[in-house]
């Protein structure tokens, strides 16, 4: 279950990647402006003062998720993004940190492109950080007993499915799309105590903690405060860098020369 409040606790480090990719999206009026995994809805309400006057769209499979936007005065609905299908006004469709739970994403983008009206963009960001030390230590802990039998089900590889750029690069272009595509690696400055595990609690660590009971979820916790905090020592003045990798995807449709085929 996604936990809006935990979700939150680092807001403003992962709003930062959002405001960086809309200011890539190049329309200057929208009619119609969807966000797909809207999440608690903060960064919905943005996109309703970048274009005023459009009618906002959001979307989230989280039915937590989705009761928090709506108490920010957004009118999300819970769905699956796999399902979704743009409405003939929609000029703008924005996915931050969301796609990469849907394996077949990039199939999805180009539905989308074949679907939306010439001249409307697209814009999505997508962690590539699957290969760091902190999921590296979620999934070994996760073969230990108590856990493997437990989890044995979960998508731990959900993150690989996140491609190159140049693959959404091409994918896109390929479709007929003027593209933007580029990817960054933050270095967030964390404070606290064991601020990596509380960051990757309300994302990483949720399909875990779905799957055990208090006792046990504390027990993972405990176990893995150690394994992450060799990965992520803290400097000595309290504050622990978290490197984390972004892919950023923003084309606009029909602006490029689709490839015959």
């Given at each position: ?12 480090h992962?709003s930062?990647p959002?405001?960086?990719?809309v200011?890539?999206?190049g ?7 969807v966000d ?16 005023p006057?459009a009618?906002?769209?959001a ?16 009118e999300?609905t819970t ?12 000029d703008v469709?924005?996915?931050n940190?969301a ?6 994403h ?29 999921h590296?230590?979620v999934?070994a802990?996760a073969?230990r007993?108590p856990?493997a ?9 959900v ?18 799309c003027?593209?933007?595509?580029w ?16 960051w ?16 046990g979820?504390?027990r993972?916790r ?7 905090d060799d990965?992520?020592?803290p400097?000595p003045?309290g504050t ?22």
């Amino acid at each position: 279950m996604w936990d809006p409040d935990v979700y939150l606790a680092f807001a403003d480090h992962r709003s930062r990647p959002f405001y960086d990719l809309v200011s890539r999206v190049g329309a200057e009026r929208a009619r119609r402006v969807v966000d797909l995994g809207c999440g608690p809805g903060h960064l919905t309400k943005y996109l309703a003062r970048r274009w005023p006057g459009a009618v906002i769209e959001a979307l989230d499979s989280s039915p937590e998720m989705v009761a928090a936007a709506r108490e920010r005065g957004i009118e999300a609905t819970t769905g699956d993004l796999r399902d979704w299908k743009p409405k003939p006004d929609t000029d703008v469709v924005v996915s931050n940190a969301a796609l990469h739970w849907v394996p077949e994403h990039a199939d999805l983008l180009v539905r989308w492109v074949n679907q939306l009206p010439a001249g409307s963009w697209i814009g999505a960001q997508l962690p590539g950080n699957f290969e760091t030390p902190s999921h590296a230590a979620v999934r070994a802990l996760a073969r230990r007993e108590p856990y493997a039998k437990i989890m044995r089900d979960i998508p731990f590889r959900v993150g690989a499915v996140v491609h190159p750029p140049t693959h959404y690069a091409d994918l896109l272009m390929d479709a007929g799309c003027r593209v933007d595509v580029w990817e960054t690696t933050y270095l967030h400055q964390l404070t606290g105590a064991h601020p990596v595990l509380e960051w990757i609690t309300g994302t990483a660590l949720v399909p875990v903690r779905e799957r055990l009971d208090k006792e046990g979820w504390e027990r993972f916790r405990n176990e893995l405060i150690p394994l992450l905090d060799d990965a992520y020592p803290p400097r000595p003045d309290g504050t622990t860098i978290f490197p984390f990798r972004r892919v950023f995807i923003v084309a606009e449709v029909g602006g490029g020369q689709r490839s015959p085929g």
